[in-house]
C-alpha cells in the first residue's frame, strides 16, 4: 500500500509497507537518475520503494532460515531511501531505544553495491535480533559475523535475495532451495590462493586495509568461520544465543565463550579449532608439516636474531644474538621495527609447516610482536609531551616482555612434552 499526502506545509514521502519494515522514498520527484557505475567487482543494484521492501523482506526471510529463528515477532525497522549523488556511498544505521524497545532507522542509497546492501541489511536485522527484550546498551555485532553471514546468504540463495524490479503491489515469496551448491566454493579458491587470517584478525580486523584482496579474504574467512560453527550441533542455536549476550558484554569474546562453552571453555581451544579447520579446507599437504622437533627448533632459531653490538665506542662491533626481549628493552625504535617486521614475516612462514599446537604457540609470538609493533609506532607518533609518551611506552614495553616470558614458559613446556612422548615411545 502507498501513501502520498500533504497536510498543510508538511509532505508524508510515499510509503511501502512489508511484514516488520516500513520502507520511505525520500527522494526528490524530479531527481534524475544518476546511473553510477560500481567502483569495485561488485556490481551495482538500483532501488525503488517495491525493490527494497522486498528485497529487505527476503534477506530477512532467508537469515531466519540460517540461524533456524522464526520470521515472526520482529520490530519495526525504517528503510529510508535517499538519492545517490556519487558511487559507493555507505549505508547509515541507527538505533534508538524507546520505552518500549528498540527502533531502527536505516538510511540506503538507491543505487548500492550488491553485497553492501545485504551487509546493511544483515546488520541492522542482527541487532534487532540481539537488542530484542534489552536496553539500554545496544549490541556491537562483530564484523566477522555480519561479514560471513552475508557472504554466505548472497551464494546460498543466488540472484533472487535481491530483486531487480517488480511490479507494484507484488508481494510473492521466491527464495531458492539451491540443493547440492557449494556456497564456499569462492572463498576455497580465495583462501588456497591466500592465507586465511588469523583469530585475531578475524575478531579485531584492522578496517581502514579492508581493500581489495585484504577485504576478500577477510570476507571469506569469516564466511568459513560462521558455516563450520553453525555446523556444530546445536552451533545455530549458540549463534543466536551469541547474539542476545552481546548487549551484556564488552566484547564478543565473552559473549561467544558463554554461548559456545561447551566447544571451546578457552579462547585457546578456539584458536586451535581455526587452525584445524583452515588445515581440511584448504587441503594443505600433510607432508609439508614438520615435526616437532625441527620446529622448535627453526622457531629458536628465528627468536635468536642476529646483530652487529658495540661494547664501547672505539671498539668494533661484534656479531652476536639477540632476543625479541633485548630489542624491544633495549634498542631505538627504528632499528627494533625493521627488526621486529621482519622476525614476524619469518614467524608467518614457519607456521605454515607446524602441528597444530606449535603453529599455535608460532602464531602467538607472531600476534604479540605484532601487537607491540602497532601500539609503538602510534606512540612514536603522537605530538605530545614527552612525559605522557615515556609512560605509554613504559607500560608497554613492560606488558609485551611479560608476554614473551610466558610464551618462552610454554616453548620449554611443549619442549618438554615432546621429549617425555619422544622417550615413552622408544621403550620396549
Avoid at 223 to 232: A, G
Avoid at 279 to 287: H, I, M, V, W
Avoid at 292 to 310: H, M, N, S, T, Y
Wanted: hydrophobic residues 40%; aromatic residues 8%; contains cysteine.
Amino acid at each position: 500500500m502507498f501513501v502520498a499526502a500533504t497536510w498543510g506545509a508538511v509532505t508524508i514521502p510515499p510509503t511501502r509497507r512489508a511484514q516488520n519494515f516500513v520502507v520511505q522514498d525520500l527522494r526528490a520527484a524530479a531527481r534524475p537518475t544518476a546511473n553510477l557505475k560500481a567502483g569495485g567487482e561488485q556490481p551495482i543494484v538500483t532501488l525503488d520503494l517495491d525493490v527494497l521492501a522486498l528485497s529487505a523482506e527476503r534477506i530477512k526471510r532467508a537469515l531466519c532460515r540460517e540461524l533456524d529463528v522464526s520470521p515472526r515477532g520482529w520490530g519495526r525497522i525504517f528503510l529510508l531511501l535517499k538519492g545517490t549523488s556519487e558511487a559507493d556511498q555507505d549505508i547509515v544505521i541507527v538505533s534508538t531505544s524507546y520505552a518500549d524497545g528498540w527502533q531502527y532507522r536505516v538510511e540506503i542509497p538507491d543505487q548500492v553495491g550488491e553485497l553492501k546492501f545485504i551487509r546493511g541489511m544483515v546488520e541492522v536485522l542482527l541487532l534487532e535480533l540481539a537488542n530484542r527484550g534489552q536496553r539500554p546498551k545496544s549490541a556491537e555485532i562483530p564484523t566477522w559475523l555480519n561479514e560471513g553471514l552475508s557472504l554466505q546468504l548472497k551464494n546460498w540463495v543466488g540472484p533472487d535475495l535481491i530483486l531487480s524490479s517488480v511490479s507494484v503491489g507484488s508481494m510473492v515469496r521466491t527464495i531458492r532451495d539451491l540443493r547440492g551448491l557449494d556456497t564456499l566454493r569462492e572463498a576455497r579458491t580465495m583462501l588456497r590462493a591466500l592465507p586465511a587470517v588469523t583469530l585475531t584478525e578475524l575478531g579485531h580486523p584492522d578496517l581502514a586495509n579492508l581493500k581489495g584482496d585484504h577485504l576478500k579474504r577477510y570476507q571469506s574467512s569469516a564466511q568459513l568461520f560462521v558455516h563450520e560453527l553453525s555446523r556444530l550441533p546445536n552451533g545455530r542455536g549458540c549463534l543466536v544465543n551469541l547474539l542476545r549476550e552481546l548487549p551484556s558484554c564488552w566484547n564478543w569474546e565473552t559473549a561467544f565463550l558463554r554461548s559456545f562453552h561447551a566447544y571451546f571453555p578457552r579462547l585457546l581451544d578456539l584458536e586451535k579449532w581455526w587452525m584445524v579447520t583452515l588445515t581440511g579446507f584448504t587441503g594443505r599437504d600433510p607432508t609439508q608439516v614438520w615435526s616437532p622437533e625441527i620446529c622448535l627448533e627453526k622457531l629458536d632459531e628465528i627468536l635468536l636474531i642476529p646483530a652487529q653490538v658495540r661494547l664501547a665506542p672505539d671498539v668494533l662491533p661484534i656479531r652476536t644474538y639477540v632476543t625479541p626481549q633485548q630489542i624491544i628493552s633495549e634498542w631505538d625504535f627504528p632499528l627494533q621495527r625493521v627488526a621486529l617486521e621482519h622476525l614476524t614475516s619469518r614467524l608467518a612462514a614457519l607456521r605454515v609447516n607446524c602441528p597444530l599446537d606449535i603453529a599455535s604457540l608460532v602464531e602467538r609470538y607472531r600476534q604479540t610482536v605484532q601487537n607491540y609493533l602497532q601500539k609503538r609506532a602510534e606512540a612514536y607518533s603522537i605530538s605530545a609531551t614527552r612525559g605522557q609518551i615515556a609512560v605509554s611506552i613504559r607500560l608497554l614495553v613492560r606488558e609485551t616482555l611479560e608476554q614473551l616470558d610466558e610464551l618462552y614458559r610454554q616453548r620449554e613446556a611443549l619442549r618438554r612434552d615432546q621429549a617425555a612422548a619422544a622417550g615413552s615411545s622408544i621403550k620396549p
